[in-house]
């Protein structure tokens, strides 16, 4: 068995089957290409699976002369192959060619993306649950019960580095969740950004986002803020953002977070999807969701980037849901009306808490204060109203308020009156500054 931690590139044959039309290779296509390859040919066919191949027997021996014509260094193939298809189509193809199959083939673009610790670790546990079935079919049951005690067995080796992974994982899922808790005793609000790939999220968040200079004076900034970054790209490439980069921005004089995660691609193996525990973890933890999608796609990849979007949101998202339309700007009235219609549609069967659409370009910022607006809206919120006596310390509360919400305050001869809103835990704590003011009481607290 051909196994890499990373790809090397080279010439490539695309191959995919389709039970229903015939295939669309644009996407993998632009996946290999990020992968280094340099497509040189295509196999495609429109029929059921075949239990061997995928492909019927003689579209595979179709594919292994193009192959052969071509001198290509490598199959990509768009779909999930079993070990025992990827056996079998492998011993088909000329000595040293290297089959692909679309999974793999992302978590390989993710690992030359991957810069982080957690990035870095995730990736590698996704590829060894994913080489594991294939370590075991390639070994064969006989050869696995004569190899169980030994130590240079590969697939007792996968598993033991599996288990490590996983443990350290959980370590690093721990010190985000830290992080998070922190930001949160600190007055800010989280806005997670989650979306397929190449939907325009990264020029989002520059879009929303204040200066992300750090406090100068907070000693641990460093530590507690390593994923605040100065900046984002926004190349317009698949899997451009591959960490979950955090800025600052102000909405409705709300402090928030934005999260920007790994896109989302379609047909992914649950079980892999989960390995990228840093961008649900995030997603479950957003006070709101931005569920980015790109408007100009046609319906049918419209629809079904939706659908990958919703699958994940569904299951994680704890807090509202906000579809975001983006690049709205590429489409006309007509457009942008089959663009809303199909959202709404796939969104209509989703568990999550969904609110309105809001149609953007992220680009030039059409819209973007309409989202702002509904960020604001969907964000959990609590009142209160204070009177305070004059005082220097009424002044720092005053002054502490401003900072961790929305105010507005009228400054009488003997007292200071002031109303609040923000997020709930944030209001409680005023309430209780202001109560230690007035001797146990408020006014109108709300």
């Given at each position: 068995?051909?196994?890499?931690?990373?790809?090397?590139?080279?010439?490539?044959?695309?191959?995919?089957?389709?039970?229903?039309s015939?295939?669309?290779?644009?996407?993998?296509?632009?996946?290999?290409?990020?992968?280094?390859?340099?497509?040189?040919?295509?196999?495609?066919?429109?029929?059921?699976?075949?239990?061997?191949?995928?492909?019927?027997?003689?579209?595979?021996r179709?594919?292994?002369?193009?192959?052969?014509?071509?001198?290509?260094?490598?199959?990509?193939?768009?779909?999930?192959?079993?070990?025992?298809?990827?056996?079998?189509?492998?011993?088909?193809?000329?000595?040293?060619?290297?089959?692909?199959?679309?999974?793999?083939?992302?978590?390989?673009?993710?690992?030359?993306?991957?810069?982080s610790?957690?990035?870095r670790?995730?990736?590698?546990?996704?590829?060894?649950?994913?080489?594991?079935?294939?370590?075991?079919?390639?070994?064969?049951?006989?050869?696995?019960?004569?190899?169980?005690?030994?130590?240079?067995?590969?697939?007792?080796?996968?598993?033991?580095?599996?288990?490590?992974l996983?443990a350290?994982?959980?370590?690093?899922?721990?010190?985000?969740?830290?992080?998070?808790?922190?930001?949160?005793?600190?007055?800010?609000?989280?806005?997670?950004?989650?979306?397929?790939?190449?939907?325009?999220?990264?020029?989002?968040?520059?879009?929303?986002?204040?200066?992300?200079?750090?406090?100068?004076?907070?000693?641990?900034?460093?530590?507690?803020?390593?994923?605040?970054?100065?900046?984002?790209?926004?190349?317009?490439?698949?899997?451009?953002?591959?960490?979950?980069?955090?800025?600052?921005?102000?909405?409705?004089?709300?402090?928030?977070?934005?999260?920007?995660?790994?896109?989302?691609?379609?047909?992914?193996?649950?079980?892999?999807?989960?390995?990228?525990?840093?961008?649900?973890?995030?997603?479950?933890?957003?006070?709101?969701?931005l569920?980015?999608?790109?408007?100009?796609?046609?319906?049918?990849?419209?629809r079904?980037?939706?659908?990958?979007?919703?699958?994940?949101?569904?299951?994680?998202?704890?807090?509202?849901?906000?579809?975001?339309?983006?690049?709205?700007?590429?489409?006309?009235?007509?457009?942008?009306?089959?663009?809303?219609?199909?959202v709404?549609?796939?969104?209509?069967?989703?568990?999550?808490?969904?609110?309105?659409?809001?149609?953007?370009?992220?680009?030039?910022?059409?819209?973007?204060?309409?989202?702002?607006?509904?960020?604001r809206?969907?964000?959990?919120?609590?009142?209160?109203?204070?009177t305070?006596?004059?005082?220097?310390?009424?002044?720092?509360?005053?002054?502490?308020?401003?900072?961790?919400?929305?105010?507005?305050?009228?400054?009488?001869?003997?007292?200071?009156?002031?109303?609040?809103?923000?997020?709930?835990?944030?209001?409680?704590?005023?309430?209780?500054?202001?109560?230690?003011?007035?001797?146990?009481?408020?006014?109108?607290?709300?």
């Amino acid at each position: 068995m051909n196994t890499r931690d990373r790809l090397t590139g080279g010439r490539a044959v695309v191959a995919a089957r389709d039970a229903d039309s015939t295939p669309d290779t644009t996407e993998i296509r632009r996946l290999a290409a990020a992968a280094g390859y340099d497509v040189v040919g295509e196999v495609t066919q429109r029929r059921t699976e075949d239990l061997r191949y995928d492909l019927g027997a003689g579209k595979a021996r179709d594919l292994a002369a193009t192959v052969a014509d071509a001198d290509a260094d490598a199959v990509v193939y768009d779909g999930e192959l079993s070990p025992g298809q990827y056996a079998d189509l492998l011993d088909l193809f000329p000595a040293g060619t290297t089959l692909v199959d679309r999974y793999r083939l992302v978590l390989d673009v993710f690992a030359e993306g991957a810069g982080s610790a957690a990035a870095r670790t995730q990736v590698r546990l996704a590829t060894l649950r994913y080489e594991l079935p294939r370590l075991e079919r390639m070994e064969g049951e006989s050869a696995l019960n004569r190899k169980v005690f030994e130590k240079g067995s590969p697939v007792l080796d996968a598993r033991r580095r599996i288990d490590d992974l996983e443990a350290k994982l959980d370590d690093l899922a721990d010190a985000a969740a830290d992080r998070r808790e922190r930001r949160r005793e600190e007055g800010f609000d989280l806005v997670t950004l989650a979306g397929y790939t190449n939907a325009g999220k990264s020029t989002l968040l520059r879009r929303l986002a204040d200066d992300l200079t750090l406090d100068p004076t907070d000693p641990d900034g460093a530590s507690r803020h390593a994923d605040l970054a100065d900046s984002a790209s926004v190349e317009d490439r698949l899997f451009e953002t591959l960490e979950t980069t955090t800025r600052r921005a102000t909405l409705g004089g709300r402090r928030v977070l934005l999260t920007d995660t790994v896109g989302l691609v379609a047909d992914l193996p649950h079980d892999l999807v989960r390995s990228f525990s840093a961008t649900l973890d995030e997603v479950a933890a957003g006070d709101v969701v931005l569920a980015v999608v790109d408007a100009s796609a046609d319906d049918r990849r419209l629809r079904r980037r939706v659908e990958t979007t919703v699958e994940v949101l569904a299951g994680d998202a704890t807090g509202p849901v906000v579809p975001v339309l983006n690049k709205v700007d590429r489409l006309d009235e007509a457009g942008r009306a089959a663009a809303e219609a199909v959202v709404a549609d796939v969104l209509g069967d989703s568990d999550a808490d969904v609110r309105d659409t809001v149609a953007i370009s992220a680009l030039d910022g059409a819209g973007v204060d309409d989202l702002r607006a509904a960020v604001r809206s969907a964000l959990p919120d609590a009142t209160a109203a204070f009177t305070l006596p004059m005082s220097g310390e009424a002044q720092a509360l005053v002054s502490w308020i401003y900072e961790h919400g929305d105010a507005a305050v009228e400054y009488g001869p003997e007292t200071v009156e002031v109303r609040f809103s923000g997020k709930p835990s944030v209001v409680a704590e005023a309430r209780r500054r202001a109560i230690d003011l007035r001797d146990g009481t408020t006014d109108g607290a709300t």
